[in-house]
């Protein structure tokens, strides 16, 4: 269970700077597209891991840590995308991706405990 605090922490840290970042390309980059889609995925990863404990099963608390999962890796993918096309420093760009890797090695641990 303590691991599920740390894991919802990081989460709604990390939801909380895809925010951030979101106004960030809308107010000064005037990017739209790719902020939509990173804040759709990046928000959705802590929702999933706060639905999870609440989950009615196991079953259910696994497929949505498995959708989390698949959150966090899209939310990656744009994270490299907004810096391969200079959307992002490299330095702002690996401070999240570091934090969005933490939640995934976590997400990935929790799964394989749960399943055992």
Partial sequence: MAQDNVLQEKSLSFAARIVKLHKYLCKDKHETVISKQIIRSGTSIGANINEAT?????????????????ETAETEYWLRLLTLSDY???SESDSLIADCLEIKRILISSLKTSKA
Avoid: E, M, N, R
């Avoid at 609440?54 to 698949?70: N, P, W």
């Fill in 54 to 70: 609440y989950g009615v099963s196991k079953a259910d608390f696994i497929a949505k840590l498995h959708i989390a999962l698949k």
């Fill in 88 to 90: 992002l420093s490299q």
